[in-house]
């Protein structure tokens, strides 16, 4: 689960970590406000959404799709200057590297004090799970695509890894700071930084904080300018707080919904819908009917829990897509019974009034029984025994329906 | 032969009177398992009807592994107290036994816990933890067998190749996949697909490479992280017998989560495509085809001369 910049630097500032003022806004008026109360010269207006690559990024009319400023996160030398990105960045899509060329609706903007920079640095808390332990990883070229910095010049990039029986150690923490180049003040402010910092993503569970870029000001003092932190949702029961920084906007409304249903489910821009248990049988599905010429239009993963309900809601959010023009449904019974899974389709597909071709493979538990069910009953359903005969038949289905 | 469990493995499972303990345990006594008990804190003193006998539960590990010698344990308990469970298993198999293997099926542990307790574990030297999130572990015997976890058992007999795999169905699937050409496994390892768990490849290939029994394997990985890699660089120095390769999520979106919380391609690493180019570099026989399995098995044992 990602948060917003400004909801990061709240957990930051409340940590000890450095950061400038800044204030939250969701309109030009509280933009205004904001830079008054600051008291700052020079403040960074900043689009707020949860996508990278934000200052690089461009900002185009909803409505008339015309580009409307070069530039998602700007620098305001005055009142009016503040007045005009605020008005060109609220209600108006992102687009950046990251959000795809559909870009983000901008609702929240942050309103930060501006800073003398010395120096940027890269700073990152993330888990690393080849070494099975949490790795902070820093650069001294800040400010730039850390994936650029590692692949043209990997001995910028400087590595600890904290034993979580030993926890991070003061050896650790200089050694990070002199690799940066730090000294006197700011590598003494740098130290506490860095610790409060792993304090904040151990007590909140985190799975990664960035800081990019982290700076060293000419009064020698380290603040995080920028702040993306996201949570590990596996963790989401011993943190309800969560529930507020929650940004449902940012989300896929139909894999929040899938969640809430106990699926999980992944839109892709194929024809053919798939309904699997387990995750590594969904992704090969989607590989198998890759293999034969189709292109799946979803992952999707019933769980192990599955159950009459979850399977209609299953049916219905792969129907909900307009580009589903057939479905195969894998499953390979464990705990999950094929003819449980047969019964659930049937009431389904009733439910949803099911109109595209539908394929289905049966195997393991109950799978005698799961065909038996479906061959005896009024729907009408090519049923199979392998994964390869099944994506043989919906993509000869889909081609058989276009033709 | 067979790695880490077989016939006589005595099993504990913690967290028994649970309907998840309760169901699988029934399940796995009639698969052949030997359950000799479980855990439930606050429950000790109580018995377990399950079909042909009456097991115990014990309050604690210590207590439990004391009365039973038990040599395994499989953890059905609820995520949030996992890891702790995982611990407590650890200390008390070292302090008893000096040894034990811990099987935890449990999914959705926050890996910032099973950062702490595979941490741990690793200074355990006699303690192996297969999991979490992951169908198990299971070892096909002349009639039933030793299975310990959740797979279906009736899709399995025993034979002569070793399955790895970070999925749960689709190590069904691959188990299918040796049927289907007449050859059955020695055991079969669900190595989970959270981004931080115990047993990985490397361990189970080295495992299979000193069993005697095992004379070829099968790999099944998934796109994220780089243990598909690490372990095909291992196989290209150490391992003599073949393996058949398949990896899940050639057409996954990158930035995604697939399913598996460890099931994502980040910074454009962690594709199919580099795990596929990693196994073929390391020799290993692919299947792009998960239906291809068997026959590319098939193709790995004639040139291997084992058929």
Redesign the interface.
């Known amino acids: 689960m990602n948060i917003h910049e400004y909801q990061g630097k709240q957990l930051f500032r409340s940590a000890g970590v450095k950061v400038q003022d800044g204030v939250h806004c969701k309109s030009v008026k509280e933009a205004l406000a904001a830079y008054d109360s600051l008291g700052s010269k020079v403040v960074a207006v900043k689009s707020q959404i949860h996508a990278g690559g934000r200052g690089k990024g461009n900002l185009y009319c909803p409505t008339s799709g015309d580009l409307l400023m070069e530039g998602g996160v700007k620098i305001a030398f005055s009142r009016d200057e503040v007045e005009t990105y605020a008005e060109n960045i609220l209600g108006h899509i992102l687009v950046t590297k ?1 959000t795809g060329p559909a870009g983000k609706l901008v609702s929240n903007l942050y309103v930060e004090a501006g800073c003398e920079i010395a120096h940027e640095y890269y700073l990152a808390l993330l ?1 690393d ?2 070494a ?3 790795l902070i990883m820093a650069s001294t070229e800040g400010g730039m695509d850390i ?1 650029e910095v ?1 692949e043209n010049t990997p001995e910028a990039i400087h590595k600890i890894w904290v ?3 030993a926890d991070l150690l003061e050896s650790q923490k200089r050694k990070l700071g002199m690799a940066l180049g730090l000294s006197g003040a700011a590598l003494k402010d740098f130290l506490g930084m860095i610790g409060s910092l792993y304090d904040l993503f ?1 007590s909140n ?1 985190c ?1 990664m904080v960035e800081i990019n870029p982290l700076v060293r000001t000419k009064s020698d003092e380290m603040v995080a300018l920028d702040a993306k932190v996201s949570f ?1 949702e ?2 989401s ?2 943190h309800t707080d969560w529930g507020e920084l929650r940004d449902l906007s940012e989300e896929e409304p139909t894999e929040t919904r899938a969640k809430e249903a106990g699926l ?1 489910y ?1 839109k ?1 821009d194929g024809d053919i819908g798939c309904l ?9 599905s ?6 034969y010429g189709g292109e ?1 239009a979803n ?1 999707l ?1 019933i769980g ?1 829990g599955a159950n009459k309900e979850s399977i209609t809601t299953a049916f219905g959010i792969i129907l909900e897509d307009p580009n589903v023009e057939g479905i195969l449904v894998n499953i ?4 999950i019974r094929c003819d449980m899974v047969a019964r659930s389709i049937i009431d389904a597909s009733r439910e949803v009034g099911l109109s595209v071709p539908l394929v289905v493979r049966f ?3 109950n799978h005698v029984e799961g065909r038996t069910v479906l061959e005896e009953s009024s729907l009408e359903v090519t049923t199979v025994s ?3 005969e099944g994506a043989e038949a919906i993509v000869a289905a889909l081609e058989g329906a276009k033709a | 032969m067979s790695i880490w469990i077989d016939e006589t493995s005595k099993v504990l499972v913690q967290g028994i009177t649970g309907s998840q303990g309760t169901f699988h345990a029934t399940r796995m006594i009639e698969y052949g398992t030997d359950v000799v008990g479980g855990v439930t804190p606050g429950k000790g003193g109580q018995m377990v009807e399950l079909p042909g006998r009456e097991v115990p539960v014990f309050d604690d590990m210590t207590e439990a592994i004391s009365q039973t010698d038990a040599d395994v344990s499989v953890i059905y308990v609820p ?2 107290f996992a890891a702790s469970a995982i611990i407590e298993a650890a200390d008390a198999f070292n302090e008893i036994k000096g040894e034990g293997l811990i099987v935890c099926i449990t999914e ?9 307790s ?3 574990i ?2 355990i030297p006699g303690i192996r933890l297969i999991g979490p999130n992951c ?1 198990g572990i299971i070892t096909p015997g002349e009639d039933g067998g030793c299975k310990v976890g ?3 058992g009736y ?1 399995h007999a025993k034979g002569r190749i070793g399955v790895i ?9 691959a188990v ?1 996949q040796t049927m289907s050409v007449g050859e059955g496994q020695t055991t079969c390892i669900g190595i989970g ?1 959270d ?2 768990s115990g047993t990985g490849f490397i361990d189970c290939l080295a495992a299979f490479e000193e069993d005697p029994e095992t004379e070829a394997v099968v790999l ?1 990985g ?6 598909e890699e ?1 372990a095909a660089a291992w196989v290209a120095d150490n391992f003599s017998k073949p393996i058949v390769g ?1 990896v ?6 990158p ?9 994502i391609i980040s ?2 690493k962690g594709t ?1 495509a580099e795990k596929f180019a990693a196994f073929e570099a390391a020799g290993i026989h692919i299947a ?5 399995i068997g026959a590319t098995l098939k193709i790995a044992l004639e040139q291997a001369g084992l058929l």
């Not at chain 2, 998934?222 to 243990?227: D, K, L, M, R």
Request: hydrophobic share 40%; net charge negative.
């Open positions: 990251q888990v799970r080849e099975k332990a949490v994936e590692a034993d979580p029986q151990v569970d799975s590990d596996n963790a029961f011993r999980s992944v892709l699997v248990n387990g995750a590594g049988l969904a992704m090969a989607m590989d198998v009917i890759k293999l799946p992952f993963d192990g390979f019974g464990g705990i195997s393991g538990t392998t994964l390869a | 995520a949030r959705g542990i926050p890996t910032l816990d099973m950062v702490r595979v941490g741990h690793s200074k169908p959740i797979m279906p899709i795999s970070k999925s749960g169905t689709l190590t069904y699937e299918a697909g981004p931080v099944i998934e796109i994220g992280g780089t243990a690490e398949f899940a999520g050639a057409t996954a979106p930035g995604k989560r697939m399913g598996h919380a460890g099931a910074g454009g199919a792009r085809d998960p239906s291809e």
